[in-house]
């Protein structure tokens, strides 16, 4: 059943592309086609890329992680809030739900506007989120869970919408699916899986939110990192053929921008039709 399901399932564009270029007959095209190493010349990518997810992780998975909901719930005399765990539930379930609008939209607006333009306000959006977060948990109860949450939601989505179309440009197409899967699955790993945990040591360690909120805002910098050095990667041109002309390297290098390489590349697609 699953052999039969994958063999049915088509490989995308690029990947036909690649292959179809290594078996081509000429043997400059098959020295072209072969793939570079990931991070002697790729690592800068990789490593500011980690740092993408790493700062959306954190703020994430004091949502989706549980931990907001453990600290809410749990008993007054166990060092919680005591509050209502179906209000908490549905209270956090709003802010999911405004995470997936978010993070619908500003994909959108990331197509239109840019992808570093959409995800660094999202980084300030995210940290105004963070502030206020505990101390409106603490003060309102289930409705401070609802008016905390769902701000940092917005600022979420907004850091989380652009992420993987920007992903699936920064790398040209030979390395596309190593850079993505390792980028993001060390970023979820460092930003997102430990956080709850840290959280949890923090409060252990100072006794106050104050001290997860600065763990928060740290963690957005980081983020915010990320996406100031990163390249901006809106129109570029994700098929084999970019890589190959040799133009994409000419705009991740700087020496030429990104309209003049894809200008030239039209051209060249004009002169062999």
């Known amino acids: 059943m699953v052999y039969s399901f994958r063999s049915s399932v088509e490989e995308s564009p690029v990947f036909n592309e690649i292959a179809a270029q290594k078996a081509g007959p000429q043997e400059a095209a ?3 086609a072969k793939p570079p190493k990931l991070f002697p010349k790729f690592g800068p990518i990789v490593f500011f890329g980690v740092l993408l997810v790493a700062g959306n992780g954190a703020s994430g998975y004091m949502i989706t992680g549980g931990y907001i909901q453990g600290v809410d719930t749990r008993p007054t005399m166990a060092g ?3 509050y209502d765990a179906v ?3 549905l209270a ?4 999911a739900a405004v995470w997936l609008i978010s993070t619908l939209t500003s994909g959108w607006l990331s197509d239109n506007f840019g992808r570093r333009k959409i995800m660094t306000i999202g980084w300030f959006v995210q940290a105004a989120g963070i502030i206020p977060l505990f101390e409106l948990i603490k003060n309102f109860g289930v409705t401070g869970v609802l008016i905390g949450t769902s701000p940092l939601a917005v600022g979420l989505g907004m850091t ?3 992420q993987a179309v920007w992903y699936a440009e920064l790398f040209p197409a030979s390395v596309r699916y190593p850079g993505v899967s390792i980028a993001y699955a060390l970023g979820a790993i460092l930003g997102g899986a430990f ?3 840290i959280a949890e040591l923090l409060m252990n360690s100072y006794g106050t939110t104050w001290s997860i909120v600065i763990y928060l805002l740290v963690m957005a910098a980081v983020g915010l ?3 100031s050095v990163l390249k901006e990667t809106k129109d570029i041109r994700i098929d084999y053929e970019f890589e190959l002309s040799g133009q994409w390297e ?3 290098s700087g020496a030429r921008p990104l309209a003049a390489c894809l200008a030239t590349e039209e051209v060249n697609k004009n002169v062999r039709q």
């Open 92 to 95: 956090v379930l709003v802010a």
């Open 87 to 89: 209000g908490v539930q």
């Open 195 to 197: 956080a709850p945990t």
């Open 250 to 252: 000419a705009w991740n």
């Open 225 to 227: 990192i990320g996406a």
């Open 160 to 162: 989380y919408g652009p």
């Open 80 to 82: 919680g809030l005591g």
């Open 30 to 32: 098959k020295v072209s």
